[in-house]
Nanobody, 123 residues
Framework: QVQLVESGGGLVQAGGSLRLSCVASGRTVSSVTMGWFRQTPGKEREFVAG???????LYADSVKGRFTISRDNAKNTVYLQMNSLRPEDTAVYYCNLANCIGNMCYPSRSGSWGQGTQVTVSS
């Protein structure tokens, strides 16, 4: 089963940047669709960005133009570069295997959740 370890979160002021990393073991990220998701207390986990095995990119409307998902196959790692951060981006961010339909990605049943990484954006 795939194991995913997220890192790179932290506290940043509005307008700042962070880069999140997701290191995978047990699956090769270049052969699957990977997604980033986020969750705030009391809310369901929501889709943020996805990269398919064929390098198609998808973004939630709320992050389009500010976030960039990428993949380093040699390191079996997926990244999320987050620029122009806003207080509403505050959440725990997770990566997972994903299935994308239309302009939305959903967590794959064959994936698993890591511990996530906390991103806090102050105003």
């Amino acid at each position: 089963q795939v194991q995913l370890v997220e890192s790179g979160g932290g506290l940043v002021q509005a307008g700042g940047s962070l880069r999140l990393s997701c290191v995978a073991s047990g699956r090769t990220v270049s052969s699957v669709t990977m997604g980033w998701f986020r969750q705030t207390p009391g809310k369901e986990r929501e889709f943020v960005a996805g990269v398919s095995w064929s390098d198609s990119l998808l973004y939630a409307d709320s992050v389009k133009g500010r976030f960039t998902i990428s993949r380093d196959n040699a390191k079996n790692t997926v990244y999320l570069q987050m620029n122009s951060l806003r207080p509403e981006d505050t959440a725990v961010y997770y990566c997972n295997l994903a299935n994308c339909i239309g302009n939305m990605c959903y967590p794959s049943r064959s994936g698993s959740w890591g511990q996530g990484t906390q991103v806090t954006v102050s105003s």
